[in-house]
C-alpha cells in the first residue's frame, strides 16, 4: 500500500525560508526554496537557508523544484540547492525572469534548468504530477500548486489573498479551486501568517486612494519605499506621481533592476515621459518629483539607511521631503527600521508609516479569506504553514469552529513528515533539516561555535597569549606576553595576567612544557579563569605558544 508524505523542510511553524516536500514512494517534488533573514545575534550573518540534507540524502529521486512566486522566503534558497543538486526548477515566467539573473551570476550560467509553467499546465512528475493555479497575492503571478498523488491532491495555497480588484486585472482562479476540491483534495497545505487577522483583507487597490492623499499633502520631493518585488504597489506609486504631474526616479540598484525586467515583460506600465534618470532629478523642482526606493526593514546596504544617514551620495534627504514607508516591519527588523525613521526625522524629512487611508495593505488572506479556500478546496486534512505556532494555533481553532475534526488538522513542524494512506494520516519520524547559516563571503554553513565566538568577540572583545618554550631544555623563554582588543576591565586586572600564567605554568615539569598542545590548552585556561575572576569577562583566548 502507497502512502504520502507532506514533509516541511522550512517555512512551517516560522515565517521564512519556505521549503516543502511531497513524497510518494520514489518521487519526491519540491515546493518552493526560500531564504530568511538573521536574528539579531546571529552576527555577521546575511541570511538563513534550509538545511537540504534530506533532499541530497534522496538526490535521485527528486522529480523538480516548483517556485509558487519571487518572493525571496520562496526562492532565495534556489542557487545553494542547485549548487548541490541538478534538478529541473519549474515557476512562471516573471519568477524565471527575475530568477535567471540571480542563478547565473550565483550558480552559473548553464548549471541550472529552468521551465516555464503556465497556470493551468501539468507537469509529470514521476509517479505525481503538479498543477499550477493561479492565486492573487504581492506579486503577479503567484501560483496555488495542486499535486496529484495516489491518495489525492495536496494542495499548497501558496502566499495568497482574495484580491477582487487586483492591480492587474488578473483574479484568482476560484472556479478551478472548487474543481480540485469537487476531485478530491486530500491535504490543504495553507498559508496561515494572518490568521489572527478577522474579516477580509483590503484590496492592493485600496491603496491608491491611500497614496493620491499622500501625494497630494506632500509639499516637496515625495520618496516612497516598498520591497522591490512588490510591483503592483510600484506601478500605483508611478500612476499616482504621474497623475500628480511628478516626475518618478529610482534609488536602488534591485529596485532599478525588477523595474526595467517589468517594463520589459510588460508587468509594469510606464507612462511616457515620467520615468527618469536620478541624476537628473536634481533639474526638477522638489514639488514635481517622486523616488521610489528600498531599505523598508531597515537592510544596512539599502538606498534609503544610507540616505538617513547622509552617506548616500546619490541623493541627500533635505527638509520638506515625506518618506512613505509602505510595508509592513518584518518582525525582528523593528528596531532597525525606527533607528532609520528617527535619522529621516531628524534630517528634516516627515515620514509617514501609519495613515487614516492606507499605503499598505497585506499580501496574505484574513480569517474569512482562510475559510473560503478551505470552503472551495473541501480539503480531508489542513495543514498550516507559513506562521509562526500562535498563527498556526489560531488557524485550528478558526478550523475548528468551521466543524472540522480536531484529529485532521495538522499544525506542521520543520522536519516532521505527516504521512497519509487511505485510512488514516500520522507524523512520521523527523527528517534531517534545519537551518544554515550564510554570511557575507557567501560560503554557507556558519556553526554554533563560530557564532558564540563572534558573539564573545563582540561582548568581551579578545586577547592573545604568547608564551616562548625552549623544546630542548623544557622551559619557559621570558614570562608571557599578551595583545588584547575590545576589552574593558580595571587596568590591574589585565596586568596581573601575565603573572597568573607564568605561576600557573610553573607547576609544570620540563617534561609537561614540552607537550605543546597541553601548555596551548592550559594557557588559555589559565588566561581565562583569570580574567573571569578578576575582571568578570569570558573574552575569546588565542594561545600561542613558539617553540625555540
Ligand atoms: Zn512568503
Ligand atoms: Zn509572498
Not at 528596531?335 to 487611508?357: D, H, M
Not at 563582540?458 to 631544555?473: C, E, H, L, P, Q
Not at 586586572?493 to 607537550?515: H, M, P, Q, V, Y
Amino acid at each position: 500500500m502507497s502512502f504520502v508524505q507532506v514533509i516541511p523542510l522550512g517555512g512551517a511553524d516560522e515565517i521564512g525560508k519556505n521549503c516543502n516536500v511531497v513524497r510518494q514512494g520514489d518521487d519526491i517534488v519540491v515546493v518552493d526554496c526560500g531564504l530568511s533573514f538573521p536574528s539579531e545575534e546571529m552576527l555577521g550573518v546575511d541570511i538563513v537557508i534550509p538545511d537540504f540534507r534530506y533532499l541530497l540524502a534522496n538526490r535521485d529521486k527528486v522529480r523538480g523544484v516548483f517556485i509558487t512566486h519571487a518572493h525571496e522566503d520562496h526562492v532565495g534558497g534556489l542557487p545553494y540547492l542547485l549548487r548541490e543538486l541538478q534538478v529541473p526548477v519549474y515557476c512562471s515566467p516573471l519568477a524565471a525572469a527575475l530568477l535567471r539573473p540571480k542563478l547565473e551570476e550565483r550558480v552559473g550560467a548553464k548549471a541550472f534548468d529552468l521551465r516555464i509553467f503556465n497556470p493551468g499546465d501539468i507537469i509529470e512528475a514521476g509517479s505525481l504530477s503538479v498543477e499550477p493555479i493561479r492565486i492573487t497575492h504581492s506579486i503577479p503571478e503567484t501560483c496555488a500548486m495542486a499535486v496529484r498523488t495516489a491518495q489525492g491532491i495536496v494542495l499548497f495555497t501558496a502566499d495568497f489573498k482574495f484580491d477582487f480588484t487586483p492591480v492587474d486585472g488578473k483574479m484568482a482562479n476560484i472556479t478551478r479551486l472548487g474543481e480540485l476540491g469537487r476531485e478530491g483534495v486530500i491535504a490543504l497545505v495553507s498559508d496561515c501568517t494572518n490568521a489572527e487577522e478577522t474579516g477580509w483583507s483590503l484590496s492592493e487597490s485600496v491603496v491608491k486612494n491611500g497614496l493620491r492623499n499622500a501625494f497630494a499633502n506632500a509639499q516637496g520631493r515625495v520618496l516612497l519605499t516598498t520591497f522591490a518585488s512588490n510591483i503592483h504597489r510600484m506601478q500605483q506609486t508611478i500612476d499616482v506621481a504621474a497623475e500628480m504631474g511628478r516626475k518618478v526616479a529610482i534609488a536602488g540598484r534591485r529596485m532599478e533592476q525588477t523595474i526595467e525586467i517589468c517594463a520589459k515583460m510588460g508587468y509594469l506600465k510606464l507612462p511616457p515621459g515620467v520615468m527618469i534618470a536620478l541624476r537628473d532629478s536634481t533639474q526638477y523642482p522638489a514639488h514635481q518629483l517622486a523616488i521610489l526606493t528600498t531599505g523598508t526593514q531597515g537592510e544596512p546596504l539599502s538606498a534609503l539607511v544610507q540616505m538617513s544617514k547622509g552617506e548616500y551620495s546619490r541623493l541627500q534627504i533635505q527638509k520638506g521631503d515625506t518618506v512613505l514607508y509602505s510595508a509592513r516591519p518584518i518582525p525582528g527588523n523593528e528596531a532597525s527600521i525606527w533607528r532609520t525613521v528617527n535619522r529621516l526625522f531628524r534630517q528634516g524629512a516627515t515620514v509617514l508609516y501609519q495613515t487614516p487611508q492606507p499605503i499598505h495593505v497585506s499580501g496574505h488572506a484574513h480569517q474569512e479569506e482562510l475559510k473560503m479556500m478551505i470552503n472551495l478546496t473541501r480539503p480531508f486534512y489542513l495543514m498550516p504553514v507559513h506562521g509562526e505556532p500562535r498563527h498556526q494555533h489560531q488557524y485550528r481553532r478558526m478550523a475548528l469552529e468551521m466543524g472540522h475534526a480536531e484529529h485532521r488538522i495538522f499544525e506542521m513542524r520543520d522536519g516532521v513528515p505527516v504521512c497519509m494512506d487511505e485510512r488514516s494520516a500520522w507524523l512520521g519520524e523527523p527528517v534531517e533539516f534545519g537551518r544554515v547559516l550564510v554570511d557575507r563571503g557567501g560560503e554557507p554553513g556558519i556553526s554554533d561555535d563560530v557564532l558564540r565566538d563572534r558573539s564573545n568577540l563582540s561582548n568581551d572583545g579578545f586577547v592573545a597569549v604568547t608564551v616562548v618554550v625552549d623544546v630542548d631544555t623544557g622551559e619557559l623563554v621570558g614570562p608571557p606576553t599578551f595583545q588584547h582588543r575590545g576589552i574593558h576591565a580595571k587596568p590591574e586586572a589585565i596586568a596581573g595576567l601575565s603573572e597568573f600564567i607564568a605561576d600557573g605554568l610553573s607547576t609544570f615539569s620540563r617534561d609537561d612544557l614540552k607537550d605543546v598542545d597541553r601548555v596551548r590548552f592550559d594557557v588559555a585556561d589559565l588566561a581565562k579563569r583569570h580574567l573571569h575572576k578578576k575582571a568578570g569577562i569570558r573574552p575569546v583566548i588565542v594561545p600561542i605558544v613558539v617553540e625555540v
